[in-house]
Nanobody, 121 residues
Framework: QVQLVESGGGLVQPGGSLRLSCAAS????????MAWYRQAPGNERELVAT???????NYADSVKGRFTISWGNAKNTIDLQMNSLKTEDTAVYYC???????????????WGQGTQVTVSS
């Protein structure tokens, strides 16, 4: 069973930066699509950014130009560089992946436990 583990959340002031990382384990195959979602209190979970094995990326309009998703140095790892953070970016951020062999802009076969990001002065 594939397991995803996120790291890098925390408290940051508006305008600051954070970098999230996600590592997948439990598979010998390369994952073709991984993504970050977030869920703020009282809101539905929303897609933040997706990356495919070819390096193609997709972002929510609300984070374009501020967030960057990338493949990490290790196999089946991704990062999310978040710059110019706003209070409305406060949420639990979840890493997700599609099952091996599948490519989709909305990977949701495997999920991490989530990491809290709080943007506050």
């Amino acid at each position: 069973q594939v397991q995803l583990v996120e790291s890098g959340g925390g408290l940051v002031q508006p305008g600051g930066s954070l970098r999230l990382s996600c590592a997948a384990s439990g598979t010998i195959f390369s994952l073709n699509a991984m993504a970050w979602y977030r869920q703020a209190p009282g809101n539905e979970r929303e897609l933040v950014a997706t990356i495919t094995s070819g390096g193609n990326t997709n972002y929510a309009d609300s984070v374009k130009g501020r967030f960057t998703i990338s493949w990490g140095n290790a196999k089946n790892t991704i990062d999310l560089q978040m710059n110019s953070l706003k209070t409305e970016d406060t949420a639990v951020y979840y890493c997700a992946a599609a099952k091996a062999g599948w490519t989709t802009w909305y990977p949701d076969d495997y999920w991490g436990q989530g990491t809290q990001v709080t943007v506050s002065s």
